[in-house]
């Protein structure tokens, strides 16, 4: 039986942390971003924003990273450790994106997935987001395409 972990939401406010955030891209992406990316994102924080998710054992658990442009949010990353996955942590912390964007003035929420990545695809499609095209080979190591996924906010909240 896995035990209840506790765990928080918040926003990335120091650089620190990104060493966190890079590890939990490395253990998560054939490809993970680098830290010359993520010094350009902090750079940009009012376009750019980063939520962690926290616990009693892990100073970074998992995160998002997403743009607010305009009324969207385009979600550029998203991943727990390994360990964290399959436990409601990421509904919880996409539902804090959620939150955050129309805190923000966004309407809606699009991002980019493997189409292979049915657990991911299932946790997208629980929360209202529909397929709306494909880019093909798009993902490299390996090539693939990805489907690009879009969300209308549903302020009654749906998500």
Do not use: K
């Not at 926003?11 to 891209?25: F, Y």
């Amino acid at each position: 039986m896995t035990a209840v972990i506790r765990y928080w939401i918040e926003p990335l406010t120091d650089a620190h942390d990104l060493e966190g955030v890079l590890e939990v891209e490395s253990e998560s992406f054939t490809n993970p971003w680098t830290r010359e990316m993520y010094d350009w994102e902090l750079q940009n924080r009012s376009m750019c924003h980063i939520l962690l998710v926290r616990t009693d054992q892990e100073r970074v658990a998992g995160f998002c990273a997403f743009w607010l442009v305009f009324d969207e949010i385009h979600i550029n990353n998203i991943a727990l450790r390994p360990e964290r996955r399959g436990q409601g942590i990421g509904t919880s912390l996409l539902r804090q994106v959620f939150a955050e964007g129309r805190r923000l003035g966004a309407r809606r929420a699009t991002l980019e997935v493997r189409a292979s990545n049915e657990g991911a695809r299932r946790l997208y499609e629980r929360l209202g987001f529909r397929v709306a095209g494909v880019r093909r080979h798009y993902y490299t190591a390996p090539v693939e395409d990805a489907l690009i996924l879009w969300r209308d906010d549903d302020p009654v909240g749906g998500g």
